[in-house]
């Protein structure tokens, strides 16, 4: 390879060169600009000063309201317990 075939290798390499140096710039700078956004939101974000609103409790209508059950219907654990006695004592006759 003599001197001026190196030199148009160099010529022909040199834009993709450029084009690598600016995209490289470039991504930098928007990296940093990113960095900045990011930081001020959050920034934003912490420093915040929180507004509570007078808010009053809506209380339903009565008349409105279902009426509560008079009987509070109780699981039938008695019948429960009988029942597992009564298996308990099949167990014990087998």
């Not at 148009?8 to 040199?14: G, P, V, Y």
């Not at 956004?37 to 008349?63: F, G, R, T, Y």
């Amino acid at each position: 390879m003599n001197m001026d075939d190196k030199l148009k290798n160099i010529l022909k390499i040199r834009p993709l060169q450029n084009t690598v140096i600016t995209f490289r710039t470039s991504t930098t700078e928007y990296r940093k600009l990113v960095k900045n956004a990011c930081l001020s939101e959050l920034k934003n974000l912490v420093n915040v000063e929180m507004e509570i609103e007078q808010v009053q409790v809506k209380i339903p209508d009565e008349k409105q309201m279902p009426p509560m059950p008079s009987e509070i219907h109780k699981p039938k654990i008695g019948a429960l317990l009988k029942e597992c006695s009564l298996v308990e004592e099949g167990i014990n006759l087998l």
